[in-house]
């Protein structure tokens, strides 16, 4: 193999190649997270895990945090185009019921995307509280991008504004975060299936939320077409932090 020379990679390999090797480890980096948490997962463990040598971790990222950033950004990006695709052809989706809705259901199917918005420092350990610290991070974007699309709720007639912005955000996250943990804390006759659960959210959040009078539909599509502009721009920035951080 070629020598590298201040950090620069072995032109002989092609991008598909690296890029391959590069999600397979990642892949083995989810499975062991899940599985051990943050604080017991190793270099040494992801790369048995990957098949691959503990050096060849190193030339795609710095430090195993850096690795663990990447794992972490490519999930958001994951549910970020899920949510597109939920949203494609339904202006009705674009409410905060339905947003609501969607963003309980794809955790379900998610244990990582589940752990970052509930903090579970059991799987990420200190990635849980330096997530909410790094203003570049993830969970900064996703914070960043509620309240935006809060505000364009409130600008269009779709939730009350009777409460602050501040209020409704709290209120919401609370709820959200109580759904999700539920079945920790109920007996099992009270335990409910996943799509059951997110019917009743969606419901609290719209005779919470919502107004009382129906919206002219003209108003749910204009909501509709501008937020999956802010999902799509949203997406593009972080597929390029993505790309930068692989070119490192």
Known sequence: ??????????????RPKRQERAERILDAAAALIQ???????????IAKQAGVAKGTIYLHWKTREALFQALLTREYLTMLEEFLQRLAG?????????ITKQAFLIPMTRPLIKG?????????GELAHREYADPASVTQRRVEMGRAYMELLRSKGLVRIDMSIQAQIHMLLATSIGFLVADQFSPDEYKLSPQESADLLAEMVHRTFEPVEPVP?????EVHIIFVQLLNQLVDAVKERVQREAEL
């Open 1 to 14: 193999m070629p020598r590298r020379q201040n950090g620069e990679k072995p032109q002989s390999e092609n």
């Open 116 to 124: 970052m918005m509930l903090g579970d420092t059991d799987m990420l």
């Open 217 to 221: 539909f003209e108003k749910v599509q």
């Open 35 to 45: 599985r051990w948490g943050y604080d017991k997962t190793t270099i040494d463990d």
């Open 90 to 98: 339904d202006p009705e989706s674009a409410t905060l019921h339905g």
